[in-house]
């Protein structure tokens, strides 16, 4: 059942009459958003060829990147990932925050109240 390039997810479920359905997903390596993948639907969407992925098409994920290129400029897109570091690093040289061995971010502030 998995074809195309990079499935992102494959699952097995049953619809209301019980019927087995398969089917596989891909995710938008921007947003992490995730759908059901269904080959010559007609749904329009788009391919990074920086991050090696597919792209949701959604509205609010070219929302999402405009503000994440805002904050860090100097590139055409931001992968999740790469956003996500790129935000833990920021808080590691701010003095109001703790960054935990697991990635957390904790206030200080709130450190201080309980």
Known sequence: MIRGHKPGNYFVTADAAGRKVEGEGRQCCHCQFSWEYHPGSGER???????????????????????????????????????????????????????????????????QSQ
């Open 45 to 111: 969407r788009g391919y990074c060829a920086r991050h090696d992925g597919w792209l949701c098409a959604r509205p609010i994920c070219a929302q999402l990147q405009a503000k994440m290129l805002a904050k860090f400029p100097g590139q055409s897109c931001i992968s999740f990932d790469d956003f996500n570091r790129r935000l833990r690093e920021s808080y590691e040289h701010d003095p109001n925050y703790i960054v935990l061995s697991s990635g957390i971010v904790v206030p200080i502030a709130w450190l």
